[in-house]
């Protein structure tokens, strides 16, 4: 028989065995009523949209080349080219045989003048002369000196093929100092007679100055070299690698004005605007021109999308530094889960967040949330982000206090990818080089960007592209004219 000491050890010992036994069946029962473990099926990867798609969105804008051209400039021009001798004939028997020789020289400055568009030239010359004069059937020669004004006006047009015209009429002369030889010691007027010869050469002379301007004046050149110009990708932002492209559609041109001593009109540009990332687009010299259109009035407008772009590594890094390793609790403390990891990729227009958990919930769950730009706080944030249905479905049956509580509302509110300073970047970049800033020899281009607005932001394969629009006013100033 057992002693009655060892028989009372063996009655606890057993009794506390089957409470230490009862005890971890039922915390284990707790742990496997507190810790569920999902494994929802991802949401797929999808993109209904592509980075080029995205880089190639155009915006129909005008680029202004005001043209400003002072009437003393034109006066200058003209007076540098013309000079000395302008015109000779030096045969007594061509022209029918005229009995007449002559040499033109310009006497002062060409005035220029514009009423009404038209240009009104003064040209003073002095005109030496040498003419037969039949005289009781003896031809006796005589020169003579004499100086006049002649008056045109011209009316200068570009045709649509970029052809320059112009229409110039005769209107008549003034004599300063008339012609007269002497003829057996007297001085004979011959005024009738030179006049009649001038008149006579009035027309061919109007239609020599018409064909010359034709022929001389090479309008397709310069035009041509300033459309490769305005074509070739011009740098906003060498930081990010970003290109303003033009592509320009059409030319349009104002009638000319005379108005203040100048000649104004206005080329405008039309084209599409776009801009792009990565290496220099490759763009290839353009051979022809479009027509000329004359347009009463052209749009000053200037409209730009700008990017900035997050790629996917990116953001994921942006946002696990905020939530990895974030604790949080529900129900007072009796569920806690922690944050271990978050990838980021797209379906569409809606970036999916996948937040792998650890705590009262093991394994993964898929968040979906349209993005936006918020301009105020200049960053790539989401609206409406919730579960996606299976990761739903499935909490629903193993852990409806996650879906009960604020964790989708928190990750919204509190997921921001940063951008603003890639778009202020593009912005200071772009409106420094439209600040004042020479092309080419010559072309002055200056600019203000007056607005930025928000556009969207599109999921492409490669990253998140949020496009903001910037409008203003661009000039280009043509000096030299």
Same mark, same amino acid.
């Given at each position: ?33 507190? *810790? ?52 000779? %004939? ?7 045989? %005229?009995?007449?020789? @002559? ?39 005589? =020169? @003579? =000196?004499?100086?006049? %004004?002649?008056?045109?006006?011209? +009316? ?25 030889? $002497?003829?057996?010691?007297f001085d004979v007027p011959v005024t009738s ?17 018409? %064909? ?18 305005? #074509? ?11 290109w303003l492209l033009v592509v320009p559609k059409?030319?349009?041109? *104002? ?8 000649? $104004?009109? *206005?080329?405008?540009? =039309? ?62 403390? +009796? ?49 409406? !982000?919730? /579960? ?7 909490? /629903?049956? @193993? ?9 989708? #509302? ?16 593009? +912005? ?5 080089? !439209? ?33 903001? /629009?910037?409008t203003g006013k661009i000039n280009l100033k043509?000096?030299?004219?």
């Amino acid at each position: 028989m057992e002693p009655r000491r060892l028989r009372l050890n063996k009655i606890i010992f057993t009794t506390l065995t089957r409470f230490l036994s009862i005890l971890l069946i039922f915390l284990a029962v707790q742990a496997c009523k507190h *810790t569920a473990t999902t494994n929802p099926k991802a949401p797929k990867a999808a993109y209904s949209v592509t980075k080029m798609e995205v880089q190639n969105d155009k915006f129909l804008s005008t680029v202004n080349i005001p043209v400003s051209i002072a009437l003393t400039d034109v006066e200058r021009q003209i007076n540098s080219q013309v000079n000395g001798l302008i015109y000779e %004939d030096n045969s007594l028997t061509d022209n029918d045989d %005229d009995q007449f020789m @002559t040499k033109v020289w310009k006497r002062a400055p060409i005035l220029v003048s514009a009423q009404d568009s038209l240009f009104h030239f003064k040209v003073p010359l002095k005109i030496w002369a040498k003419a037969g004069m039949t005289v009781l059937g003896f031809t006796k020669y005589q =020169e @003579t =000196e004499f100086e006049l %004004d002649l008056k045109f006006a011209t +009316r200068f047009s570009i045709d649509k093929n970029w052809t320059a015209s112009t229409q110039t009429t005769s209107e008549g002369y003034e004599w300063v100092k008339k012609p007269a030889v $002497r003829i057996a010691g007297f001085d004979v007027p011959v005024t009738s007679i030179v006049g009649r010869l001038i008149d006579k050469n009035l027309g061919k002379i109007t239609k020599a100055l018409d %064909d010359q301007v034709r022929k001389e004046i090479d309008l397709r050149t310069p035009v041509l070299n300033a459309w490769n110009t305005i #074509r070739q990708p011009y740098l906003v932002s060498e930081k990010y690698r970003t290109w303003l492209l033009v592509v320009p559609k059409r030319i349009l041109i *104002t009638p000319f004005q005379f108005e203040k001593g100048a000649i $104004r009109s *206005t080329i405008g540009i =039309e084209g599409y605007t776009l801009t792009q990332t990565g290496a220099k687009p490759d763009v290839k010299p353009a051979v022809t021109i479009p027509e000329l259109i004359v347009s009463k009035e052209i749009p000053d407008q200037f409209r730009i999308g700008l990017l900035s772009e997050a790629s996917y590594a990116e953001a994921t890094k942006v946002v696990s530094n905020e939530f990895v390793g974030q604790s949080y609790e529900f129900r007072d403390g +009796r569920y806690k889960i922690t944050i271990r990891e978050i990838d980021l990729y797209g379906q569409n227009n809606n970036l999916i967040i996948k937040a792998t958990l650890e705590g009262s919930i093991n394994g993964a769950i898929y968040l979906r949330g349209q993005p936006f730009y918020d301009a105020q706080a200049r960053t790539i944030s989401l609206r409406d !982000l919730h /579960y996606d249905l299976d990761t739903k479905n499935i909490l /629903y049956k @193993t852990a409806s206090w996650l879906l009960q509580g604020s964790f989708a #509302r928190t990750l919204e509110k509190q997921l921001t990818i940063p951008v603003g300073n890639q778009i202020d970047e593009a +912005r200071k970049s772009l409106q420094a080089r !439209l600040t004042n800033n020479q092309i080419t020899k010559g072309v002055i281009i200056n600019g203000k960007l007056e607005q930025v607005s928000p556009d969207q932001v599109y999921l492409t394969q490669e990253s998140l592209l949020a496009v903001v /629009y910037a409008t203003g006013k661009i000039n280009l100033k043509v000096e030299g004219l």
